[in-house]
């Protein structure tokens, strides 16, 4: 951003670009602009615009007209040359300026210089430079905006604006610049009529004048109007001046080097301090407390600095403060008040109690206390106009509830604690608490239960840690248990926390407990925000989408939404991301998980539970299928029909549709928890339908291991469960294509035989094909050619019976790539190209990649080099364009190996290495291994013999924990040729003695290769 623009908030709110005024809008566009100046730099939530711009009343479309009014701006800005003033972050804008633009900050820096300056006894430096402050008001600030959201904050703005004039006012009187104050003074008293500083002011500037009848009469006036207006008598400061000209004190008339409040009064202030303790075993939460001791104590931005600390219950948030503003004492010297607001319970404190209580602390008797709340707020206010005071909120239930209780002055500052975000709080600064990371919480442990008994069994105290889930209440009520059984193992301990059904039970001690104080946010939410939360932890994924949360209360997806960021914003639940599609990740502290569940189990029928957890199933199968009707997967489909239709949001489906490798990566845990959790509730035909579901397998991709084995494993155990032997069948073929992906190739076998056992009993022809075609390619890596081909030949006739195109495609592609092992070439063709052929007629772009892939590797082994590249190369793109990466890397490694193979090793190296990169990254061991294969060869080739060894020895190091005989001896192969380079003719025959010999017993065409003559 250019460094000459200019935003104003003190008048009406503007912004020019080289002297050039931005078009803003109308009164809307422009308050959401200045809401998002007010705090530039920090995100504004959505939710706050919506009430700065509608308040309570907001209109359907409120989200859709802030985006809107969003782009109007940008457009402007970007009109004048400027792109990036408003930036979307989740969940709102932000605004982002140079320093120096705003005149709200230009004001309060001058204001915090001027303030040095009187600190320094220099009266000229600081009235110069407040004077320096006030010329940048063009007028009321906010101007034009007072029916909006924005009301308070521009109160407080005009407050600062008095304020200063106040400092420079009282710096003048310093220097006895009397006579020239009587006329301003005068007109300030006016417009500020309850204002008791400058009441003050004009009073001793009457006396030092000799209008000591002008002074009198100034007090009577402010009487008045104070008990007119407010209801109350002046305050100790107005009182005690009114007092000192009744006595004449000639100390008025002397000018002093005190600061410029104890100039104009004289008064005393009574200096409270209130702050409650900080535990002894305080621990851990250093960043946090150095952050908002930093914070408070510069308090930027011209304004009372406010922080607020909100977390869950549990997590220490009164502590941390209790901590923090004790760090603080000496930087508030005028005193420190604390309220605990118990805004959580039955009976939050009502602010008016708290006000009163606060005025009785700063001085004020009880007689001349005001009945109202809003007169109590007013001298509050004015009492802390110009005395440096820390301010603690404890346990705030509301925005509402704090509000009263804030100054108007820069000199003080206010730290609040609640499980809300106060997200309504203008200016406030929000701390979220998080959990007390594992290092935090063992040194916690070792505080409290002291560290030889910690460190005596580290790994039960690693459990408890994992148990209470970071949460400080759960620790110190463990710690407390163990304090009370001295001799009660850890280990013990850490066994009885393990059983999830009792846990809530042993995170208990005396009247603390983590289910009562979970309990007291869970009493406090809506109906239907309680029964979401009781879904959730019912249904017990790790995390979730709010289209999940959609399905569970079979709700649409924007009262989904709204109901999930309710339960964020009371600490319920946990925001935790942004996926890669732009999508909210969420997250259920385990502790609340637990308390949801028990009481959904108590207060929720148990068929609804049940329902709610189909429903979400359904809903990712239903997506599931969506995305895989647009892009057909090149493996073989087997599965029953769904049972039901379920219907699922558009915005959802679009979104799926249009990244599905991106939806499922993000969606995979949740997902294999869902069907594990539906498996254990005896949902036994729902489990195996989805597993059963060849699309679910192809989205779960080849490498995404832990999601397939727990949704196989699941569905498995439901399938013998239930005695469905069809389903059983089908599993167990996903679970032997599961072992072959990982690279186990005897269980693979094992459980393809087993599968098509159960099939040949029900006569499920395609089934069987489908156990076939596995038993296929599981015999491939291994070198069993012939046996392979036997049963792909099988599989091949019973698909044709059945006419399964995608099914064909995929039993002959795998047939040609172990006919071209064999060295069959017009037996691989013919295959390939019916493969091809098939995969055309179904349209299966997938399926197309792989069969041109194989292809390229079938011209390459009969050294047609063009025509290998130019297959690889479309094979290729298609992986790229269907954002299949690992395949994209294993057709890139064939392409990189034709290119060396026709002499051009510098274009083949980057293309392995970024392939190499994509294998280790999805966890694929034997692309790994190929690939460093190939990067040997290359630097064989390049005479680089060094680097060749390493790249081969670490393929062989791979290969060598699995069952590829063939591989190893094609490795054999290329270590007796860098072996010949390095000129040791005997070890190297010795390593082609072996390759020969794997060949010839497996039937390869490397084997012919070596014939006399070849």
């Not at 005989?965 to 390593?991: H, I, K, M, T, V």
Request: a negative charge; glycine letters at 8%; proline letters at 5%.
């Amino acid at each position: 951003m250019r460094c000459e623009v200019e935003f104003r908030l003190l008048g009406p709110v503007s912004a020019t670009v080289a002297g050039e005024s931005v078009p803003l809008g109308g009164t809307k566009p422009k308050a959401l602009f200045a809401a998002l100046l007010l705090e530039h730099g920090r995100v504004v939530p959505t939710e706050r615009l919506v009430d700065v711009l509608w308040g309570v009343d907001p209109p359907d479309s409120a989200r859709a007209l802030i985006q809107t009014y969003v782009s109007s701006l940008r457009r402007a800005f970007a009109a004048r040359g400027v792109e990036d003033v408003i930036a979307t972050t989740a969940p709102g804008y932000t605004v982002r300026i140079p320093a120096g633009s705003l005149d709200r900050d230009l004001f309060a820096d001058l204001v915090a210089q001027a303030r040095g300056a009187a600190a320094a006894g220099d009266h000229p430096l600081t009235a110069n430079l407040l004077r320096r402050a006030e010329s940048l008001w063009e007028g009321a600030a906010l101007a034009g905006l007072a029916e909006t959201g924005l009301a308070a904050d521009a109160a407080r703005l005009d407050e600062m604006r008095v304020a200063a004039a106040e400092e420079r006012i009282a710096a003048e009187i310093a220097q006895g610049q009397w006579g020239e104050l009587v006329g301003e003074l005068t007109v300030l008293v006016g417009r500020n009529p309850t204002n008791e500083r400058l009441r003050c002011q004009l009073m001793t500037v009457y006396y030092r004048l000799g209008r000591q009848a002008d002074a009198l009469a100034c007090f009577r006036d402010a009487r008045e109007v104070l008990i007119d207006e407010l209801g109350v008598e002046p305050g100790p400061e107005l009182t005690a001046l009114h007092h000192a000209i009744l006595r004449g004190e000639t100390e008025l008339l002397a000018a002093t080097s005190s600061s410029p409040e104890q100039a104009a009064s004289g008064a005393v202030h009574p200096v409270p301090a209130q702050l409650p303790p900080v535990p002894a075993d305080f621990t851990g939460r250093g960043d946090q407390v150095d952050r908002l001791v930093t914070a408070l104590r510069l308090r930027e931005g011209g304004l009372p600095a406010v922080q607020v600390i909100a977390g869950p219950g549990g997590t220490g948030k009164s502590t941390l403060a209790a901590r923090v503003a004790h760090q603080l004492t000496a930087d508030f010297p005028d005193g420190q008040l604390y309220a605990e607001l118990h805004g959580m319970s039955d009976a939050p404190a009502d602010p008016a109690e708290i006000l009163a209580r606060f005025l009785r602390a700063l001085g004020v008797d009880q007689s001349q206390l005001p009945d109202g709340a809003a007169e109590r707020a007013d001298l509050y206010r004015s009492l802390l106009a110009q005395r440096r005071m820390l301010v603690l909120l404890d346990d705030a239930g509301s925005e509402a509830q704090v509000r009263p209780l804030l100054p108007g002055s820069t000199g003080s500052a206010v730290l609040v604690t609640s499980r809300d975000r106060l997200p309504g709080l203008a200016g406030a600064v929000l701390t979220e608490l998080p959990m007390l990371d594992p290092g935090e919480a063992l040194q916690l442990l070792r505080r409290l239960a002291g560290t030889e008994r910690i460190d005596a069994d580290l790994p039960a105290a690693a459990r408890i840690i994992e148990y209470c889930d970071g949460l400080p209440l759960a620790l110190r009520i463990v710690s407390a248990r163990l304090a009370g059984r001295r001799t009660l193992p850890l280990r013990q301990l850490a066994d009885k926390l393990a059983d999830e059904s009792r846990r809530l039970n042993h995170l208990s001690v005396g009247d603390v407990g983590v289910r009562s104080t979970i309990e007291v946010s869970y009493r406090a939410l809506e109906a239907d925000a309680r029964s979401v939360l009781r879904r959730l932890g019912y249904f017990g994924v790790p995390d979730f989408s709010p289209w999940v949360v959609s399905w569970l209360a079979s709700a649409p997806l924007a009262d989904a939404e709204e109901l999930v960021e309710r339960l964020v914003d009371e600490h319920l639940v946990e925001f935790v991301g942004v996926d890669r599609m732009g999508g909210m990740r969420y997250r259920l502290h385990d502790l609340i998980r637990l308390y949801a569940r028990e009481c959904a189990v108590i207060e929720e029928p148990p068929q609804e539970l049940t329902d709610a957890v189909a429903r979400a199933l359904r809903g990712w199968l239903a997506l599931i299928n969506r995305a895989a009707a647009e892009s057909p997967p090149a493996e073989m489909r087997w599965r029953r029909a769904p049972s039901t239709f379920f219907p699922v949001d558009d915005e959802v489906t679009a979104l799926v549709i249009a990244d599905p490798w991106d939806w499922f990566e993000a969606e995979q845990s949740a997902l294999a928890a869902g069907v594990e959790r539906a498996g254990a509730l005896g949902m036994y035909d729902l489990v195996c339908e989805f597993a059963s579901s060849r699309n679910a397998s192809a989205f779960m991709g080849t490498n995404r291991f832990e999601a397939r084995s727990r949704v196989v494993e699941a569905a498995l155990s439901a399938a013998r469960e239930a005695g469905l032997p069809q389903d059983e069948a089908v599993i167990l073929t996903e679970l032997g294509q599961l072992r072959y992906d990982q690279d186990h190739y005897a269980d693979a076998r094992r459980h393809f035989r087993a599968a098509l056992s159960l099939f040949r009993d029900l006569d499920d022809q395609p089934g069987q094909a489908a156990a076939l075609a596995g038993l296929g390619i599981a015999c491939r890596e291994p070198g069993r050619l012939a046996e392979g081909i036997h049963f792909l030949d099988q599989a091949v006739v019973l698909l044709h019976e059945a006419g399964d195109d995608t099914g064909i495609g995929y039993a002959r592609r795998l047939a040609g790539s172990i006919r071209l092992e064999l060295g069959d070439y017009p037996g691989a063709w013919e295959d390939l190209f019916e493969s091809l052929a098939a995969y055309r007629r179904v349209g299966s772009r997938l399926g197309e990649g792989h069969t041109l892939r194989t292809l390229g590797l079938y011209h390459r082994a009969r050294d047609e080099w063009d025509r290998a590249r130019e297959l690889c190369e479309l094979s290729v793109e298609i992986f790229h364009e269907q954002r299949d990466e690992l395949m994209e890397a294993y057709a890139v490694r064939a392409l990189a190996k034709t290119r060396l193979r026709q002499g051009f090793p510098d274009e083949a190296l980057p293309r392995l290495e970024w392939a190499l990169s994509v294998s280790h990254t999805m966890g694929d061991r034997w692309g790994q291994a190929a690939t460093l294969r190939v990067l040997g060869q290359l630097h064989l080739t390049c005479d680089r013999l060094d680097l060749a060894e390493a790249c081969l020895d670490a393929a062989l190091g791979i290969w060598q924990t699995m069952d590829v005989p063939l591989w190893q001896a094609r490795l054999d192969r290329d270590r007796a040729a860098l072996l010949s380079a390095r000129g040791d003719r005997e070890g190297a025959a010795a390593a082609r003695d072996r390759a020969r010999k794997v060949f010839h017993d497996h039937g390869a065409r490397e084997y012919v290769e070596y014939a006399p003559g070849h």
